[in-house]
């Protein structure tokens, strides 16, 4: 049986030189995310989301993001969680995604911002039946006695909204992480990985710094 400590892998596919990348971090994820999208990755759009109370206290899980450009990376959840809690009280986030595939990884730290009630009713709606319905049936992140709980209330939603829209519920919407930092690592030999640091400027613009691995 294999120690866990003996668990290693080789990264020797691609290099990442300063040289190499765009001058803006988003352009940069472009050129990345394509390749990705292009790659054989399940739930390439999965990212860890990291969120802390006030007082410091961190947690993390998957999300999945769902839009981003030059103003900062989309998510969707609901208001009441422990995640959209922790954010109430304190909006510094991070996301990572890795790619194991391409052995890449993209870390992006930032502050985080609601999106517009337009937009969470847009994508919302785009959304199966099913996903509308479990967004009004669960009270995210809060204890339950038993999953008959959870699929009595899905059902009671199911018989209000039967051909009907279902809208939007007040307390389930995305919110937008606005990027400070972005680091692009690319695995290579020797755990000398390539570490390339976007960070934004007070006049905002973007430094690039390669980072020690």
Same mark, same amino acid.
């Given at each position: 049986?294999? /120690?866990?400590? &003996?668990?290693?892998? $080789?990264?020797?596919?691609?290099? =990442?030189?300063?040289?190499?990348?765009?001058?803006? *971090?988003?352009?940069?994820? &472009?050129?990345?995310?394509?390749?990705?999208?292009?790659?054989?990755?399940? $739930?390439?759009?999965?990212?860890? =989301?990291?969120?802390?109370? /006030? &007082? #410091? /206290? *961190?947690?993390?899980?998957?999300? =999945?993001?769902?839009?981003? &450009?030059? +103003?900062?990376?989309?998510?969707?959840?609901?208001?009441?969680?422990?995640?959209?809690?922790?954010?109430?009280?304190?909006?510094? @986030?991070?996301?990572?995604?890795?790619? +194991?595939?391409?052995?890449?990884?993209?870390?992006?730290?930032?502050?985080?911002? +609601?999106?517009? @009630?337009?937009?969470?009713?847009?994508?919302?709606?785009?959304?199966?039946?099913?996903?509308?319905?479990?967004?009004?049936?669960?009270?995210?992140?809060?204890?339950?006695?038993?999953?008959?709980?959870?699929?009595?209330?899905?059902?009671?939603?199911?018989? +209000?909204? @039967?051909?009907?829209?279902?809208?939007? *519920?007040?307390?389930?919407?995305?919110?937008?992480?606005?990027?400070?930092?972005?680091?692009?690592?690319? #695995?290579? *030999?020797?755990? =000398?990985?390539?570490?390339?640091?976007?960070?934004?400027? $007070? $006049? #905002?613009?973007? /430094?690039?710094?390669?980072?020690?691995?």
């Amino acid at each position: 049986m294999t /120690k866990i400590a &003996d668990i290693r892998t $080789e990264y020797k596919l691609q290099t =990442l030189n300063e040289s190499d990348v765009a001058n803006h *971090p988003i352009r940069q994820f &472009d050129k990345w995310w394509s390749e990705a999208m292009n790659s054989d990755i399940d $739930e390439v759009n999965a990212m860890v =989301l990291a969120t802390a109370t /006030k &007082d #410091g /206290k *961190p947690s993390a899980r998957i999300v =999945l993001l769902k839009d981003y &450009d030059e +103003k900062g990376f989309v998510f969707y959840t609901n208001y009441d969680s422990q995640k959209g809690l922790e954010l109430a009280d304190n909006p510094n @986030a991070s996301i990572v995604f890795f790619w +194991k595939e391409l052995q890449r990884q993209v870390r992006i730290e930032g502050v985080i911002e +609601k999106v517009s @009630a337009e937009e969470s009713d847009t994508y919302f709606n785009s959304r199966p039946e099913g996903s509308r319905i479990g967004a009004w049936a669960s009270p995210q992140s809060k204890v339950v006695p038993t999953r008959n709980v959870l699929e009595d209330k899905y059902e009671e939603y199911h018989q +209000k909204f @039967a051909g009907k829209n279902i809208p939007r *519920p007040s307390h389930w919407g995305g919110y937008r992480i606005k990027p400070t930092e972005i680091e692009f690592w690319q #695995g290579r *030999p020797n755990r =000398l990985h390539d570490r390339i640091l976007y960070s934004q400027q $007070e $006049e #905002g613009n973007w /430094k690039i710094e390669r980072l020690a691995p």
